[in-house]
Structures are given as structure tokens and as C-alpha cells.
């Protein structure tokens, strides 16, 4: 057994692949969507699940490094503001020093939307409240926009390159695209890092 270092390369894809069987065991449990058309890279985004329930899914469109669009989609199982404000919190620029400066970054991120846009959901225009010109956090290119489809279920999107107008998004039934480039990029990554 070994207690530290760094996993071997096949211990590295083992995990990855029982992760991505999980992932293929609940996408039907929510409806997935995409830009219409898309024919770039693709990834999977942010999963949670709470007591063995899927609580949201998303699939990421585009490379964060690349000059091209990138575009998170995530399908909530309930209303999608409370994962907006989580995540509006972790980029925050700094962790809070005490309880007071917490209430007040949980109260910045807790702000309503500035506008309402209009998204093609399946072909139909829907009601968006949107956040321009937002930290997107994570591997996310910087900074685009936020918005959410305050639905059950509900999406959340994160956006760098195309506008609002400019967006359509569709189901997508096949998640397999999206498990295959996040394993090429998760072993790009770890041969990136170094031999064992």
C-alpha cells in the first residue's frame, strides 16, 4: 500500500474511468444541453450528487485556452440560483477573513441579476436572468457572462465568446464526446506533469 506520492498512470486512469461510469449511470436523470450544432472540443463540466442523487450536470463546449468560444451548461435538479451563488462565491478574489466579511461576500453574490435575456431552448425563446461581465472561476477563460433559467429543472449557464443572442442550446443525448476529451485531457495532463 502506498501512502504518498503520485498515483501510477494506470491507478491515474482507473479513477477516471470509475468516475465516468458514475457519470454515464445518472445522465438520464437530467436533461443535458448544448449549443446547437457544436462540433468542437468538448468536455465534462461540473457533477454533484447529494445522498447518491443527482443534484446537477454540466458539459463544457470549447477550450479554455484556445481563442474559440467556452461555454459551461449545467442542468440543475432544483432551482438554479443556489449553485450560482456558490460558485459566485468561490471566485471571489479572496477567502473572507472573519464571519462578517463571509455575510457580506455571501450577500454580493446573492445580488439579482442586472438584466433578462432571451436563450433558444430547444428552438424555443426562453427567459434568462442574466449577470454580464462576471469572474467565471474555475478552468473557465477569465471573465464572460452568468445566467440562469430559474426552472425546474434549471440550467445555469457560463460564458466566454458569444453573446446571449448568439446562443442556442439543444438536448444532447450522447455524453461519450464529452467523457472522451475529459480523459484525453485529464492523461494530457498527467503525462504533461511528469514521468513516475
Same mark, same amino acid.
Given at each position: 500500500?502506498?501512502?504518498?506520492?503520485?498515483?501510477?498512470?494506470?491507478?491515474?486512469?482507473?479513477?477516471?474511468?470509475?468516475?465516468?461510469?458514475?457519470? =454515464?449511470?445518472?445522465?438520464?436523470?437530467? %436533461?443535458?444541453?448544448?449549443p446547437a450544432g457544436w462540433g468542437g472540443p468538448c468536455r465534462i463540466g461540473t457533477w454533484g450528487w447529494e445522498d447518491e442523487r443527482l443534484n446537477h450536470a454540466g458539459l463544457v463546449f470549447g477550450d479554455p485556452q484556445g481563442d474559440? #468560444?467556452?461555454?459551461?451548461?449545467?442542468?440543475?435538479?432544483? #432551482? %438554479?440560483?443556489?449553485?450560482?451563488?456558490?460558485?459566485?462565491?468561490?471566485? +471571489? +478574489?479572496?477567502? #473572507? +477573513?472573519? =464571519?462578517? +466579511?463571509?455575510?457580506?461576500?455571501?450577500?454580493?453574490?446573492?445580488? #439579482?441579476?442586472?438584466?433578462?435575456?432571451?436563450?433558444?431552448?430547444?428552438?424555443? %425563446?426562453r427567459q434568462f436572468s442574466c449577470w454580464p461581465d462576471e469572474p467565471l472561476g474555475g478552468d473557465a477563460p477569465g471573465r464572460g457572462w452568468l445566467a440562469i433559467l430559474d426552472e425546474v429543472p434549471g440550467l445555469l449557464l457560463r460564458v466566454c465568446g458569444p453573446g446571449p443572442a448568439e446562443l442556442s442550446l439543444a438536448r444532447v443525448g450522447d455524453i461519450e464526446p464529452h467523457l472522451t476529451g475529459t480523459r484525453a485531457h485529464l492523461l494530457a495532463g498527467y503525462d504533461a506533469y511528469g514521468t513516475d
Open positions: 500500500m502506498r501512502y504518498g506520492g503520485r498515483l501510477s498512470r494506470i491507478e491515474f486512469t482507473a479513477l477516471i474511468d470509475q468516475q465516468a461510469n458514475r457519470i =454515464r449511470a445518472s445522465a438520464g436523470a437530467l %436533461p443535458l444541453y448544448g474559440g #468560444p467556452w461555454i459551461e451548461v449545467i442542468t440543475t435538479a432544483g #432551482p %438554479p440560483m443556489p449553485l450560482l451563488i456558490d460558485l459566485r462565491v468561490a471566485v +471571489a +478574489a479572496e477567502a #473572507p +477573513a472573519d =464571519r462578517a +466579511a463571509a455575510q457580506r461576500a455571501l450577500a454580493a453574490a446573492s445580488t #439579482p441579476a442586472s438584466q433578462r435575456v432571451s436563450i433558444a431552448v430547444d428552438g424555443l %425563446p
